[in-house]
């Protein structure tokens, strides 16, 4: 059967947009109508529709389950994207997230004591675990916490009147990356990679001068992969007076186990929502602090939260005419830090390296299990995500992303594709180390067998997949750029 009436499939219920559903004068609520006086303060007399669709309240309530419904999550399976590090969400965290929801950051200080400890408390351990000395925590995701320290580099350089204007960035970098520093009015010069993955030792030499202001650098980096040279880097940096910005994204492969601050990094944002866990997928909230060397700190966004005695205080005003000043209102994701701090707390120091332990274990036990059938971008073991290119599907006809395509018949996930942007036809597989063995071998097994249907010659059906979804292959540029929010509609509404 290949269409239903209905257009469900089974327990897969089809769901129009709401404003094709819409039933004009249908109204959720039973309120008395109001009887408003509008002379007396309304200057419009009419008041006209303002477009909202009309809809029972069992229908809104089944609308938006059915929609919460077709969002594939970590919750109903392993979610392999690579550099997302899409780990399990503790309801814990939910719990204690929520005692904390009604308040707000203008309630007089003395009645949010607590959250003030949270943050500080929160704020205190990031700098132990990166070996910091300041941290900043307003920046509201990984790419804004890049603009901040690219910021505090900024403020830092303007203050000693100089006007460095380029950043070094390597090849395999996070798009954000360049895009912070051009944001900055930094000229970005790329860095090559070398034939193991890692920077170009040589070639980033060759590019140092002193018109660096810095370099932002991933470590792990992008490919998985321990920058083994960090150490020679940063002394290679510091020895121009430049600022080595690292991003902080896969710090979940190193927590417990090297301080960011010993490699000599001066400034590191951390995914709070990837590291300590949240779920994040679907576009839950996000977080990144910025941690900061001696050297940054005195350049930090306000506003920070410090400790008088037993008292919290926030300090808002730029005391010392250094602060690059405010780039988030209020304090930052409050909700974001009591879920990280709850993660931080019930893991421990411990649990938190073996963690890392765990996470590095899983995706090298995926490198092992696939690498005789897939072909590995680079040669040796990984840190938290396993790469491979696509060499190992020439001559099938089959693309990485026909692969892709063929894992959500699977019911899995894809992975990351053709990201980092070295490595041809890249999947990027982290599993991080909420997965059992199990489920590691489920999925393995399941990638092993799409490599035998490809090599099978099952071209056709790959390049048709996926075949069991709702919508099969969208043309997902156009679907950013025109969304179509009612059906037959040509222009976006806005
Ligand atoms: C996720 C990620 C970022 C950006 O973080 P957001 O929180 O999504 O803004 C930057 N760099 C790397 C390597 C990442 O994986």
Redesign the pocket.
Known sequence: MSQTYSGNRGLQLEEPLIFDIDLPGVCGVDLDAVELDTTAYLTRKTRSSIGLPGISEPRVVRHYTRLSQKNYSIDAGLYPLG???MKHNPRLNEKVARYLSDLHPLQPLSTVQGAYCIIHELASWLMTLTGMSAVAMSPA??????LCGIMAIRKALDSQGDRRTVILVPES??G??PATAAACGFDVKTIPANDSGRVDFDALIAAIDNDVAGIML?NPN?CGLFESDIVKIAKAIHDVDGYFYC?G??FNAIVGKVRPADLGIDCM?I?L??TFSTP?GGGGP?S?PVVLSDRLAPYAPIPSVIKQGDEYRIVEDDETGLSLGRIKGFHGQMGMFVRALAFILSHGKDGLRQMSEDAVLNANYILVRLQDVFSPAFSGTCMHEALFNDTFLEGTGVSTLDFAKAMIDEGYHPMTMYFPLVVHGAMLIEPTESETKRSLDDFCDMMLSLVDRAKAGDVESFKASPQLTPRRRLDETLAARQPKLRAGLTNPIL
């Open positions: 550099s997302c590090t995701a990984g790419a804004h916490g890049e970098a996070h954000t990356n991933t992008t991003d994204a896969n944002h995914n929502h990837k994040h996000g990144g």
